[in-house]
């Protein structure tokens, strides 16, 4: 069975940087893509990042040039490296597991808040 655990949130000043982790403990992960999304109240699921096994990235218009997503297979594990950020970045930010074969994985979330 496939656990994400997801780490790194908190609080942080705006123009500042966070790295969130997320561990895919039992998972297939070499060829799964994997994802952060970003939760706000009251507002749609969002895109944040997605990295494919191929290392292809893909990012959410809000976020391009100032978040990076990466991973590093020997370790299940996929980053999120965050600078600049804005008041506007406060959410929850969702790791997303997405196999070659099998269900797609939500994680719980870690809450990230940006002071203005």
């Known amino acids: 069975q496939v656990q994400l655990l997801e780490s790194g949130g908190g609080l942080v000043q705006a123009g500042g940087s966070l790295r969130l982790s997320c561990v895919a403990r039992g998972s297939v992960f070499g060829t799964a893509s994997m994802g952060w999304y970003r939760q706000i109240p009251g507002k749609q699921r969002e895109l944040v990042a997605l990295i494919h096994p191929s290392g292809t990235t893909t990012y959410g218009a809000s976020v391009k040039g100032r978040f990076t997503i990466s991973r590093e297979n020997a370790k299940d594990t996929v980053y999120l490296q965050m600078s600049s950020l804005k008041p506007e970045d406060t959410g929850v930010y969702l790791c997303?597991?997405?196999?070659?074969?099998?269900?797609?994985?939500w994680g719980k979330g870690t809450l990230v808040t940006v002071s203005s």
């Open positions: 997303d597991y997405r196999p070659y074969y099998g269900s797609e994985l």
